[in-house]
């Protein structure tokens, strides 16, 4: 049996090092003495230093990338409870996560509903799923956005700023409701939205559904060109139910069963009532022309002009 010369294998270390291959650096040694042992053909050692330097590579993008799209830990959707939740279907949250049909056409989705109603967990879980799927994804309050782009319009740099956010595929603004126009100047949230429009999606969650929003955004002009670019391909969740932590703690008193829920939206979640959406006489083209789509439902609504 050959085994490897000392000169060589010192000369390998050197070699794998300049070429930045710490994955067959670390794994070489171990796989010839195998392959020597072996009697493998040198064409099979050569393909098992590949295969593990691209999973090792792609491990570490996956790590990269759960890290840069700060998650809140824990929120998965294996620990979501769908059943708390009757107007989001699980197999429509499955084929979100695959992330492909929404995506790549920049489509955005909407989680409304009152506070505790798991909104942050869903918009996490999901996150986390597209992340794990090969997306790149960021998580952030909203608030926290605002600031940074502030920041940033001062230095004169906002449109510098948005553009390094184009190498998300998802931005998830969590808690748009918080902002609020007396806080902070939100016309950055309109650059941001106006930038990303059919391009880079959005997964926007908000206590308050569209009639609010007006107080998020300096003028009704501003609202409304909002609203118009965010639902114009969006899928909208009206998560509606009390607040899951106040469920589950009226449960364990009971001891069994669980708590009523009620939903106002149906399952495949159109704007559907107008008290949700106020400002329908500004835009009578949403209510009517511009249906809200999920999965590949977006050409068809566009090209018959609507529901
Ligand atoms: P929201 O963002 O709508 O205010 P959260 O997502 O923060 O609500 O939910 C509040 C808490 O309840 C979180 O700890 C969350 O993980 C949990 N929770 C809410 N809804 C669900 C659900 N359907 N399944 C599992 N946990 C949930
Ligand atoms: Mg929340």
New binding site residues.
């Given amino acids: 049996m050959r085994t490897t010369d000392p000169g060589d294998a010192a000369r390998v270390e050197l070699l794998l090092a300049e070429l930045r291959l710490p994955a067959v650096k670390q794994v070489w040694a171990t796989l010839a003495a195998q392959a020597d042992k072996e009697g493998w053909p040198a064409g099979r050692f050569l393909a098992a230093l590949a295969e593990h330097e691209i999973a090792e590579r792609s491990r570490r993008r996956l790590e990269r990338h759960l890290a840069e799209a700060r998650l809140p830990p824990g ?1 998965t959707l294996d ?4 059943e ?2 009757p107007v989001v279907s699980k197999a429509q949250v499955m084929a979100l996560a695959a992330g492909d049909a929404w995506l790549n056409n920049g489509a955005n989705l909407l989680l409304f ?10 918009a996490a879980a999901l996150g986390f799923a597209l992340v794990e799927n090969g997306w790149r994804v960021l998580f952030t309050r909203t608030t926290d956005l605002v600031q940074r782009l502030q920041i940033a319009r001062r230095e004169l740099a906002l449109e510098a700023a948005i553009a390094k956010l184009d190498k998300y595929h998802l931005l998830i603004l ?2 748009l409701a918080y902002v609020t126009k007396d806080q902070a100047e939100t016309s950055v949230l309109f650059e941001l939205i106006s930038a990303r429009y059919e391009r880079r999606s959005l997964l926007i ?1 908000a ?1 308050q559904p569209f009639g609010e929003w007006g107080k998020i955004f300096p003028d009704q002009a501003m609202t409304v060109a909002v609203v118009d670019r965010l639902v114009h391909h969006a899928t909208i969740f009206e ?1 509606n139910v009390e ?3 106040r469920r ?1 703690a009226l449960e364990r008193k009971r001891g069994r069963g669980r708590p009523p829920i009620h939903a106002t939206i149906t399952a495949n979640a159109r704007i559907a009532s107008p008290e949700m959406f106020p400002e329908a006489e500004m835009l009578p083209h949403l209510i009517c022309s511009r249906p809200m789509f999920i999965g590949g439902a977006k050409d068809e609504a566009d090209q018959h002009g609507g529901a």
């Fill in positions: 929120k620990t979501f409870d769908f708390a939740v509903g009152p506070p505790g109603g798991g909104k942050s967990h869903l969590d808690d969650t206590n998560m607040s899951y932590r589950a």
